[in-house]
């Protein structure tokens, strides 16, 4: 189960969005491979059944801190937000919130 609010992080590089529950995940239009990863840190993987349906698929793999802190970075430096060297989030809300913030800016 998923558990709201969460971030996508896009596949293809693009960076993330925030999403406050189940019914804002259609305008973000995701794809194949998406990231979603929840306010507890459970990754879920955007994956294609055979018929072509997708879904989101939990992953076993725990979340790794240092990587997301790293592609927080990069996107809050495509935002154009300085001092990004001082961003690092220690936990998986604090993550969703500073999404939520980028997003705002």
């Not at 794809?31 to 990754?43: A, C, N, P």
């Not at 970075?73 to 961003?87: E, F, H, P, V």
Request: hydrophobic share 45%; net charge neutral.
């Amino acid at each position: 189960m998923i558990e709201w609010p969460a971030i996508i992080e896009f596949a293809d590089g693009h960076g993330f969005a925030w999403l406050a529950g189940a019914q804002d995940l259609p305008e973000q239009h995701p794809h194949q491979h998406d990231r979603l990863i929840d306010s507890r840190g459970r990754v879920h993987l955007l994956s294609q059944a055979a018929g072509g349906t997708l879904y989101w698929r939990r992953q076993q793999r725990l979340l790794s801190l240092p990587e997301l802190n790293d592609g927080l970075r990069a996107y809050a430096a495509r935002l154009g937000i300085c001092c990004i060297g001082k961003l690092v989030v220690r936990t998986p809300a604090e993550a969703v919130a500073l999404v939520a913030w980028l997003e705002q800016q």
